[in-house]
């Protein structure tokens, strides 16, 4: 997986603190609560949810003009740490009701805010710059 600079940096950051590579999907509490399996090829909960927060951060930081090729990298993203999902983009939202990934989003989203805006701006440029 490519991963900028900065969203390695968050993701070592964040996975200092608990690094989960096993089995992440939380017990089934509710028939219409579906488990994501992410220990494909090992990715992190961590490396799922710096991808998530691209999608949550971003829109508010890139320029309009930006946004429709934010949207198709960042879909790709989503693939690439979702790569056995036929939807990722319906994967990450059943994932996102999950409460071990609830929390290793919050920490992600903790530690991105460190950084500040400037480079957060300049993380989701890179997002809608990069040519796949």
């Not at 993203?77 to 609830?102: C, H, R, W, Y």
């Amino acid at each position: 997986m490519r991963m900028t600079l900065k969203m390695l940096s968050i993701s070592l950051i964040s996975a200092s603190s608990f690094l989960m590579t096993q089995s992440f999907a939380a017990p089934n509490k509710a028939a219409s609560e579906e488990n994501i399996d992410v220990t494909q090829e090992q990715i992190s909960l961590n490396e799922i949810a710096t991808v998530y927060n691209l999608s949550l951060m971003c829109p508010s930081l890139i320029d309009d003009k930006d946004s429709k090729k934010f949207n198709q990298n960042y879909a790709i993203e989503l693939k690439k740490v979702l790569p056995n999902e036929a939807n990722p983009q319906e994967a990450i939202k059943q994932l996102s009701k999950q409460k071990d990934f609830k929390s290793s989003l919050k920490q992600i989203q903790t530690e991105s805010k460190r950084f500040g805006d400037k480079e957060n701006k300049e993380m989701c440029q890179e997002v809608v710059d990069y040519n796949y």
